[in-house]
Structures are given as C-alpha cells and as structure tokens.
C-alpha cells in the first residue's frame, strides 16, 4: 500500500463556500484541500492504495458522492 496525492477537478455551477466546508467535511480522512471559484471546485487529496488506478476509483468515489457534477479532470502524483 501507497499513499497517492489525488487531484480532482470539475465544473460546478454552484460552487460555493459551504459546498467546499461539505467537501472538507466529508472527505476529512483523505486530508483534503478545496478551492473554488465560481463555476469551479477542486480537491486534493491523499489516498492510501495499493495502485494509482486503485486511488484515483477511490477518491472519485468519494469526490462524487458528495459532488453532483462529474470529475472534468483528474490527476496522480507519482513522485510523490
């Protein structure tokens, strides 16, 4: 298992403070970092896997659970 550094992105056309303190709150155990503008939200975030492929289905998961829109666009560090 590998701690994988997860960025997602997607357009929102709510995107606001409190959706991003839902977002903080929700995701709390990835240790995650909101920004928004707004008709954007973006997250980043820390997820433990055995494989990138395996974190970025984890924190899509998640990210969409609380995110009505989809991920326009996602990325992995791997040298992290």
């Known amino acids: 298992m590998r701690e994988w550094t997860i ?12 959706l991003a303190d839902l977002l903080i709150e929700a995701l709390g155990q990835y240790a995650p970092a ?4 707004k008709s954007r939200l973006g ?13 970025v289905d984890i ?4 990210f969409m659970a609380v995110v009505s829109a989809p991920a326009a666009r996602v990325e992995v560090d791997l040298a992290a």
Request: hydrophobic share 45%; proline share 3%.
């Open 43 to 55: 997250v980043t975030m820390s997820v433990v896997a055995e494989t990138p492929g395996h974190a």
């Open 34 to 37: 909101v920004s928004f503008s």
């Open 7 to 18: 960025n997602i992105e997607g357009a929102h056309d709510q995107a606001n403070e409190a």
């Open 59 to 62: 924190a899509v998961t998640a």
